[in-house]
């Protein structure tokens, strides 16, 4: 067998095992985060989990940081729908194959990857401290603002996925609804959108478990609640805030009660994840 051959299938060989190797590695390490975070979960859940708030310390449960995280979390997945669509269908319909459409494809990718902290400092310098001096210190941190920094974080996964499913839709769809003297408008509003709807409705729904997790900027913006809040511009507890709250005490009650809250995170993005991909099965938009 000639040399060059020899080396490529070489090559390939190690390819193959190195690139099983990690495969393996990292599905071990997800099986044993899923597996701690159900056993030291599961063996936490209660009743008063679901029934008492967190001021009551270890005898208290989550439903004050559940009922902020569902608040905070629908703020922000409900400010970055509408826009993040919007923005992605101009940039799919309007501007794809532009010199502006793909510099604000590189900007949202940099969007998309910037780290969630720095979404917090920023929602904090624009609302909380400005809304500090405003009202004299009445209102400080709050839902709202927790759900602003969440929402710049859900943005760009939505403008991504809805650009990309637009782009998807082939364009012989386009030319026919063009043909018959339809308006651009209709035909992106009655037409394409109406195509992509399965993958857009995915790009929100993961979008909104990308969220659910994060703690780092509710740190600065909604700060967190030992008691039952619903407007959304008191100060609001959330999940994420009173996991990482806990999991920094030195009690092992505190402990159960963080890998109790850890195991609902889980449970509600695998719930999402689930939900997306039978929407996305549903209805598959083919390459052109």
């Known amino acids: 067998m000639n040399s060059p051959y020899l080396r490529r299938r070489i090559t390939n060989a190690l390819a193959m095992v190195l690139s099983t190797l990690a495969t393996l590695i990292g599905l071990a390490f997800l099986a044993w985060i899923l597996w701690e975070t159900l056993r030291q979960g599961i063996s936490a ?11 009551y310390g270890e005898d208290g449960g989550l439903l004050n940081s559940m009922v902020g995280s569902l608040v905070i979390n629908f703020i922000g997945i409900g400010i970055a729908t509408p826009i993040g669509v919007l923005a992605g269908t101009w940039l799919a319909e309007y501007a794809n194959r532009t010199r502006l459409g793909e510099s604000i494809r590189f900007l949202n990718d940099i969007l998309l990857s910037a780290p969630s902290i720095v979404m917090g400092l920023f929602v904090y310098t624009i609302i909380v401290l400005p809304s500090t001096a405003l009202t004299h210190g009445s209102t400080t941190f709050s839902g709202f603002a927790g ?3 969440l929402a710049l974080i859900a943005l760009p996964v939505i403008v991504r996925t809805t650009d990309e499913m637009l782009r998807l839709v082939p364009s012989t769809l386009r030319e026919a609804a063009l043909s018959l003297g339809v308006p651009q408008w209709k035909l992106t509003l009655q037409i394409l959108i109406r195509a992509a709807r399965s993958g857009i409705i995915t790009g929100v729904l993961l ?3 990308r969220i659910s997790g994060e703690t780092a ?12 809040a619903i407007n959304p511009m008191d100060k609001m507890s959330s999940l994420p805030q009173i996991i990482y709250q806990y999991a920094n005490d030195p009690g092992d009650a505190m402990h159960a009660l963080a890998w109790a809250g850890a195991f609902v995170i889980t449970m509600f993005v695998l719930l999402l994840s689930l939900a997306s991909r039978l929407i996305l099965s549903r209805t598959k938009v083919s390459h052109d």
Do not use: E, H, I
């Open 45 to 55: 859940l209660d009743l008063k989990l679901f029934t008492k708030v967190t001021a």
């Open 147 to 149: 759900g602003v920094a």
């Open 207 to 209: 979008a909104l478990a």
């Open 217 to 228: 900027p509710l740190l600065f913006t909604s700060f967190g609640n030992n008691y039952m």
